[in-house]
C-alpha cells in the first residue's frame, strides 16, 4: 500500500470553493481504530454548515463523517472487526477520502445483500430518521405527522418508516418531481411550502398534526408550530434554509401548550447496544426489501464542491453520496 492518498481539504471557512483535492498521508488506525478503504461516502448537511463556520472545526480540515468501505487495518485492542469486513459509520473522521479513520465502537457491520454506496447512504441520515420516531416523539399507529423536505435524505427514509408504523405523513417539497419522489415513499399529502400551515388545518379538520419534523428551518420554523394540534410537539432538527430565529417560550402557551425539542443524533448515539439498535433495524429494513435508499446524485470525490453546491442549492434528492 502506498503511503499517501487523495483527500478533500479545506484550510478556511468559505463556500463550496473552499474544498479542495490533495494528496496526505493515509491515516494510521490508533488503539480502538480501522482504517477503512473508503467505497462511498455520504454527504451531508452538517458538512455545509462546518465549511461555512456555522459549528467550528479546525483547520486544516477533512469533512465528512458517514462513509462505507472495507477494513484494511485494524488497530490495537480491536477484536469486534479484522482486515476484510465490510462496515459503514456515521461517526468516521475525515472520511471525504479514499482512507478513513473510524472507532471500532462506531463502525456498523453491513449485513450481506447491502452493496456499499446503498451502506453510506444509510447510516447518518437512516439513524436520524430513527431516533426522531422513535426517541424524540415516539410515533403511533394513526398519528398525523408533518415531514419537512419530503423528497430529501431524511425525508424520503422518514416517510417510508413513518408508513410503516401506520402513520398518516403529510409532506413538503418544492417541485413537481419531488413531489412524485415523496408520493412513492408513501407521503398521504404533499404540500408544497406557501401556506403549508393553512392546508394542514384543512387536512385534518381543523385540528393539526400530532408531531412536526422541521429540519429545514428558519423558512418553514412558524408554519410548523402553528401546524400543530394542542399538545403537538415540534422537532426542530436542522436548517437547510438557515437556523431558526430565537425563540421566546411564551409562543408555545399560545399555540396551545405545545411542546419543542432540538435534537442531534450524536445524543441518540450513546454506547455500541443503542447504535447497534438503530442501524440494524436500518440495514436489516433495507436488507428485507421493507425500506428503499435513494442515492439521487453520485459525484466524483474530487467534485466534492459541486455536491455541497448542489445539495444546498435544493437540487438534490434522496442521499448525495461521493465515489473516490
Ligand atoms: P436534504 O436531502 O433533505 O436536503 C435539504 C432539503 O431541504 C432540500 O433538498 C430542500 O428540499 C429543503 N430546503 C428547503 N428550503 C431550503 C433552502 N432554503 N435551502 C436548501 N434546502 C432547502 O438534506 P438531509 O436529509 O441531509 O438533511 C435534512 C435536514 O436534516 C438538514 O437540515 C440537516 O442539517 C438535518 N439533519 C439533522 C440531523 C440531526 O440529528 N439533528 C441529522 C441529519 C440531518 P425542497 O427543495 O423540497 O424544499
Redesign the pocket.
Known amino acids: 500500500m502506498t503511503s499517501q492518498c487523495r483527500a478533500i481539504v479545506t484550510e478556511t471557512t468559505g463556500g463550496p470553493e473552499v474544498l479542495v483535492l490533495r494528496e496526505v498521508p493515509i491515516p494510521v488506525a490508533g488503539r480502538g481504530e480501522l482504517l477503512i478503504k473508503v467505497a462511498a461516502v455520504g454527504v451531508?448537511?452538517?458538512e455545509t454548515?462546518q465549511r461555512e463556520g456555522i459549528y467550528p472545526v479546525r483547520f486544516p480540515f477533512t469533512p465528512g463523517a458517514e462513509a462505507a468501505g472495507t477494513v484494511v487495518a485494524v488497530g490495537e485492542g480491536v477484536e469486534t472487526f479484522a482486515v476484510g469486513d465490510r462496515v459503514a459509520t456515521a461517526e468516521g473522521v475525515g472520511c471525504y477520502a479514499e482512507y478513513a479513520i473510524v472507532g471500532a465502537d462506531m463502525a456498523l457491520p453491513v449485513p450481506a445483500g447491502v452493496p456499499l454506496d446503498v451502506a453510506a447512504a444509510l447510516p447518518?441520515?437512516g439513524m436520524?430518521a430513527h431516533?426522531l420516531m422513535n426517541s424524540t416523539f415516539h410515533v403511533e399507529p394513526g398519528q398525523t405527522v408533518l415531514v419537512?423536505?419530503?423528497?430529501?435524505?431524511?425525508?424520503l427514509l422518514l416517510t417510508q418508516m413513518l408508513k410503516e408504523r401506520g402513520a398518516r405523513v403529510i409532506s413538503?417539497?418544492?417541485?413537481d418531481e419531488?413531489e412524485e419522489l415523496s408520493r412513492v415513499a408513501g407521503a398521504d399529502e404533499v404540500l408544497r411550502?406557501g401556506g403549508f400551515a393553512e392546508a394542514v388545518r384543512e387536512l385534518t379538520d381543523g385540528n393539526g398534526v400530532d408531531v412536526v419534523y422541521d429540519?429545514?428551518?428558519k423558512?418553514?420554523f412558524d408554519g410548523s408550530l402553528a401546524s400543530l394540534r394542542i399538545r403537538g410537539t415540534m422537532v426542530l432538527?436542522?436548517?437547510?434554509?438557515?437556523q431558526a430565529p430565537l425563540f421566546d417560550l411564551q409562543r408555545l402557551n399560545d399555540g396551545g401548550s405545545l411542546f419543542i425539542t432540538r435534537?442531534?443524533?450524536?445524543h441518540?448515539l450513546r454506547n455500541v447496544t443503542e447504535r447497534r439498535w438503530r442501524s440494524s433495524e436500518v440495514f436489516n429494513a433495507v436488507a428485507s426489501g421493507q425500506l428503499t435508499a435513494r442515492i439521487g446524485a453520485r459525484f466524483p470525490l474530487a467534485e466534492a464542491a459541486a455536491a455541497h453546491a448542489a445539495?444546498?442549492?435544493?437540487r438534490?434528492?434522496?442521499?448525495?453520496i461521493l465515489e473516490p
Open positions: 451531508n448537511f452538517i454548515y447518518l441520515q436520524t431516533y419537512h423536505a419530503g423528497a430529501g435524505g431524511v425525508g413538503t417539497v418544492s417541485t419531488k411550502y429540519g429545514v428551518g423558512d418553514t432538527f436542522g436548517g437547510a434554509s438557515g435534537p442531534t443524533l450524536k441518540h445539495l444546498q442549492g435544493r438534490t434528492t434522496g442521499k448525495v
